[in-house]
């Protein structure tokens, strides 16, 4: 058995196509064909339902993926830490974060990238769910997300970066903007343009005001924060921010940031790194350089300059 069949086994259970498969290792199909043969034969079972087309793997073949994602990544870890006793960090980290804590990540990467200059960052937007299932099937190194997830991560480490702090976002001339603090139930009341239910962040709002006795129904709903932002610059909307985002965005001309009434727990964003198998060097790095940074002070005082 060697790993490059183990490669091939991973990317058809992911593509589920053996063209696409093949293409995505930069083989021709036929060599993927035989390597995934040769597997079957050295195992002495059979791991591809096969026919005129991919009909997906058998319950052998589910198994021995869960074991080649394991392999590939202890593989993938080793590699690192020798490439780094010898030479120092190199490779690609990859980075799994919430659509909503991407405002937050530069002040992570870019402190990691001035001290290993020759590591690539591999940054991608994915759901808490998501997360979940990449880190459980080594598919990335590490995440930022919320660190009480309604999934879970199975055996993780973790390390809490900053408490999401929520702030209404609403016209100068609305009926709430004046005011130095408003409930939820108030807001509810608002035109208001939210992010879409199948995002954590949604999901945690609606708790929020259920709590408060009120069912927000947004005129809008969107998928990203950016269009978030988007709309509530026109002054017809508003919005419930968090407050990282102040890092990113600033607060659209004719409109105003108001404090809002705090809940009794605020969810809390973090990095999440495996513990199943060995800690990839990359993920070492990562938590060294996070132990470092204070994001609740950066945040905190953002959102202070606007609430002032």
Partial sequence: MILRQLEYLVALARERHFARAAASCSVSQPSLSAAIRKLER????????????????????????????????DTDALRQDVSRMREGLSGTLRLGVIPTALTAVPLLTTPFCERYPHVRV???????????RRLTEYEIDLAMTYLDDEEGFGDVRTIALYDERYLLLTPSDGELAGRRVVGWAEVAALPLC???????????????????????VPAIEADTVSALFAHVGTNHWSTVIAHAW?????????????????????????????????ESAMARAVLDIARDLDMREVFDRLAGEQLT
């Fill in 246 to 278: 102040l890092h990113m965005f600033e607060v659209p001309d004719g409109m105003r940031v108001v404090r809002l009434e705090r809940p009794a727990r605020e969810p809390r964003v973090g990095l999440v790194v495996s513990t199943a198998g060995p």
């Fill in 194 to 216: 939210l992010l879409t239910p199948q995002m954590r962040n949604r999901r945690i709002l609606d708790a929020i005001f259920r709590h408060a006795g009120a069912v927000p």
């Fill in 42 to 73: 050295e195992l002495n079972v059979s791991l591809v339902r096969r026919g005129p087309q991919f009909a997906g793997l058998t319950p052998e073949g589910e198994r021995v993926v869960l074991w080649a994602h394991r392999i590939l990544a």
């Fill in 122 to 132: 591999l940054l991608t937007a994915l759901s808490s769910r998501e997360i979940a």
